[in-house]
């Protein structure tokens, strides 16, 4: 069973526009989120987290949602740039539980086009 | 750098042999993590150590993975007799556990395994 979804396997956005990725997860014991991207033929790479305590967390043009009663987490890039073309993969773990291993959804490809 | 380093970063084996990936993580990081990713999929959990203890084992980590972190810095992962199955990215993470913190892990660039 799939604890962390990621229901689009990709998106194209033009250059400039915004990007939207959305992740669910099922496991209410969850309250630690993030997002990494990752280039093929690399390691994924760490870009922005989000405690259950907040609601948004903000790092330049990465924003992270999170609606804790929906389960649901979002990853927004404004504005999106040819070099943000590359797989993005939502993340969670119960850090009440003794900091549980990282659960990784499935990832989104998002491909911005100049 | 002084990120994780994974090595080789490229294996290419034949069926039945058997291949050992090293890890080093990032220097002041207690806790590591060993990762699988096919394509397609998110990277699978396979293991972890907190300093040299072997805390938790996947059900995908069959008696052919064998984990160690002897001195609790560098750690590898062995694979015996390996089937084309085993082929795959193999990601080593490290992280700080600290109180009261979430747990941010980093990822190495990976080895890529090719049973043939």
Known sequence: ?114 | DTGVSQDPRHKITKRGQNVTFRCDPISEHNRLYWYRQTLGQGPEFLTYFQNEAQLEKSRLLSDRFSAERPKGSFSTLEIQRTEQGDSAMYLCASSLLRLNSGNTIYFGEGSWLTVV
């Open chain 1, 1 to 114: 069973d799939q604890q962390v979804k990621q229901n689009s396997p990709s998106l194209s956005v033009q250059e400039g526009r915004i990007s939207i990725l959305n992740c669910d997860y099922t496991n209410s014991m969850f309250d630690y989120f993030l997002w990494y991207k990752k280039y093929p033929a690399e390691g994924p790479t760490f870009l922005i987290s989000i405690s259950s305590i907040k609601d948004k967390n903000e790092d330049g043009r990465f924003t992270v949602f999170l609606n804790k009663s929906a389960k649901h987490l979002s990853l927004h890039i404004v504005p999106s740039q040819p070099g943000d073309s590359a797989v993005y993969f939502c993340a969670a773990s119960a850090q009440n539980s003794g900091n549980t291993p990282l659960v990784f959804g499935k990832g989104t490809r998002l491909s911005v086009i100049a």
